[in-house]
């Protein structure tokens, strides 16, 4: 699987909480910080509104492709 990396601007107190919480489970703060964004997909794949903007947001997509493809 590929890897894309990504700059994230934590404040003072959430950069020492994670690095706690790092440390506090055995793991490196990339680990944690992946292990935090496939929670936050999973509860967004949950969550009926996100959905329903997600579905919006493909039909419009598709909309324009169809007219480009014209």
């Known amino acids: 699987m590929k890897q894309r990396a990504f700059t994230v601007r934590l404040d003072s ?12 489970d055995g793991v490196s703060i990339a680990e944690e910080i992946r292990e935090a964004v496939a929670d936050r997909i999973k509860a967004r794949r949950k969550d009926p509104a996100f959905q329903a903007r997600i579905r919006s947001i493909i039909d419009q997509n598709q909309q324009v492709l169809n007219r480009l493809a014209e």
């Open 13 to 24: 107190d959430q950069a020492k909480d994670l690095e706690a919480v790092a440390a506090a």
